[in-house]
């Protein structure tokens, strides 16, 4: 299904390049590595691209939460904020979801809504918590492949380079 997603990956990474083509200098996280994994994600699920900035933006400030100093105790205003984002970010995919039970595709919802688990169907919230945890655990290891890479090939541009792309491509899709 993500082999699948390869000619519209290089499209998005060409288009999110374009970006900051003039600029000069700039923030590869940022421009690149960062959007990237939310964009293929939601792409994935079958989000339609009017939708895609508002998932983006619900992923970005719940995903932020985790940047900050993990044995710091967040306060009761953040986690009003955050449990609001993730309450709008859950009504929506429950409605994404229903959408595709009606009409099925061939985007991961499809996929999870057909699913069997010991012969029982999963459940709503078991594909919204699945949807979580690709978002999570996608998006993260993602951006830091990404941007390690990156920073691999700057600081050993001719020693790196063919072994990195090499070693990038052959890679099988993990999901």
Known sequence: MVSALAPRIAAVTSRLLDSVR?????????????????IVIAELLGIP???QATFRGWTDAILSIGEQDPQAQLDQATMNRVGAIVRELNGYLLSHIQQRRARPDDGLISRLLAA???GSRLDDEEIVGVVGL????????????????????????AAAAERIMKR????????
Do not use: K, Q, S, Y
Not at 22 to 38: C, N, Q, S, T
Not at 134 to 157: F, Q, R, S, V
Not at 168 to 175: G, L, Q
């Open 22 to 38: 003039d600029v000069g200098r700039f923030d590869l996280i940022e421009a690149l590595a960062h959007p990237l994994p939310v």
């Open 134 to 157: 690709l978002l999570n655990a996608g998006h993260i290891t993602t951006t830091a492949l990404l941007g390690n890479a990156i920073l691999c090939l700057d600081e050993h541009p």
């Open 49 to 51: 691209a009017a939708d």
């Open 168 to 175: 990038i491509t052959d890679m099988e899709p993990r999901i």
């Open 116 to 118: 069997e688990v010991d």
